[in-house]
């Protein structure tokens, strides 16, 4: 099985960083995912890492670290828009399977 | 382009009514997913087809049927749900290349919102 832990919540203000953890336990691994989701909206795709070390994509970064089943994305210079819930995402060995954390609401503040 | 679409956008049905879920991709990919997100929680995997067969079940309910008519279409027939089936229902889809990798990204549809009364 698959145990994956994120904050329920983060508050930040407009133009800081907000580091979001997310560590996970799985019986097998084939990557990590990153989305975004708005209220009421679907999932969009953030970012992706598999191996070890700092993907960085305009104001957002992923890092993973396998042998310590830990991975964060950095949200920097926030804006109002950035507030949504990020969902880290694990893909199991199964091809297919994507297990999901329960989500980290950040809200930006003015 | 990385558009799922999926109608309707909401739907309010009874527990004795039959009722479908459509989702559509035009990107070739080769993988579709259903997924059910609850409020406030995250999404949970219903149903993977890869290459229009129905690869993973995870012990859904006989209520929900899904059907896959070709590779840019997938559906879901809902028959006698519950009121705890409410929920928002998510397609997405991949490009189905077994060795995963970013390709492998799973791009999601705006979702149905189901109401069983």
């Known amino acids: 099985g698959q145990n994956i832990d994120q904050p329920t919540e983060m508050t930040a203000t407009e133009g800081a960083i907000v580091q979001i953890n997310c560590t996970y336990q799985t019986s097998g691994f084939n990557g990590l995912f990153w989305y975004q989701q708005h209220a009421g909206e679907a999932p969009t795709f953030l970012s992706y890492?598999?191996?070890?070390g700092l993907e960085e994509k305009g104001r957002f970064s992923s890092f993973l670290s396998r042998s310590k089943g830990y991975s964060y994305l950095l949200l920097k210079e926030l804006q109002m828009k950035d507030s949504a819930s990020y969902l880290c995402a694990v893909r199991a060995l199964t091809w297919g399977k994507l297990q999901f954390g329960a989500g980290t609401q950040v809200v930006v503040t003015p | 382009d990385t558009e799922v679409t999926q109608t309707p956008k909401h739907l309010v049905m009874g527990m004795t009514n039959k009722k479908s879920l459509k989702c559509e991709q035009h990107m070739g990919h080769r993988a579709m997913y259903w997924y059910k997100q609850k409020a406030k929680k995250p999404p949970e995997l219903m149903f993977v087809?890869?290459?229009?067969?129905?690869?993973i079940n995870e012990s859904v309910p006989s209520r929900f049927s899904p059907e896959c008519p070709n590779s840019s279409l997938l559906n879901l027939h809902l028959h006698a749900l519950q009121p705890e089936d409410s929920a928002l229902y998510l397609c997405a889809s991949s490009q189905g290349r077994l060795l995963a990798g970013i390709h492998e990204t799973q791009y999601f549809g705006p979702g149905t919102r189901l109401l069983v009364l």
């Open positions: 890492n598999v191996l070890d």
């Open positions: 087809y890869s290459y229009e067969k129905l690869s």
